[in-house]
Nanobody, 116 residues
Framework: QVQLVESGGGLVQAGESLRLSCAAS?????MGWSRQAPGKEREFVAV????????RYADSVKGRFTISRDNAKNTVYLQMNTLKPEDTAVYYC????????????WGRGTQVTISS
């Protein structure tokens, strides 16, 4: 069983940055982020392998978001730059068996709101 706790969400203006963190308790392999905007389905944002050598991003965030991890702290991060109002969503951390596997554990989410 893995427990995930996200932090770092908030309200910022368009063009600003935020960094999300997700602390995991338990053994993890790949870890990732997804988001869900009001009235929309949850969507993939980014994923990183255990070694950090493989990363994948949704096209909508490529070049603006960076995923990273610190295995000593069992924590994954999402650095979000040049934020846009359409990035407004609840952001969820998840774990996966690999970067190509579906998520198997989820956090409760952290709200990110971008004002125009």
């Amino acid at each position: 069983q893995v427990q995930l706790v996200e932090s770092g969400g908030g309200l910022v203006q368009a063009g600003e940055s935020l960094r999300l963190s997700c602390a995991a308790s338990g053994r993890t392999q790949a870890m990732g982020w997804s988001r869900q905007a009001p009235g929309k389905e949850r969507e993939f944002v980014a994923v990183i392998s255990w070694s950090g050598g493989t990363k994948r991003y949704a096209d909508s965030v490529k070049g603006r978001f960076t995923i990273s991890r610190d295995n000593a702290k069992n924590t994954v991060y999402l650095q979000m730059n040049t934020l846009k109002p359409e990035d407004t969503a609840v952001y969820y951390c998840n774990t996966r068996d690999s970067t190509l596997s579906p998520p198997n554990y989820w956090g409760r989410g952290t709200q990110v709101t971008i004002s125009s």
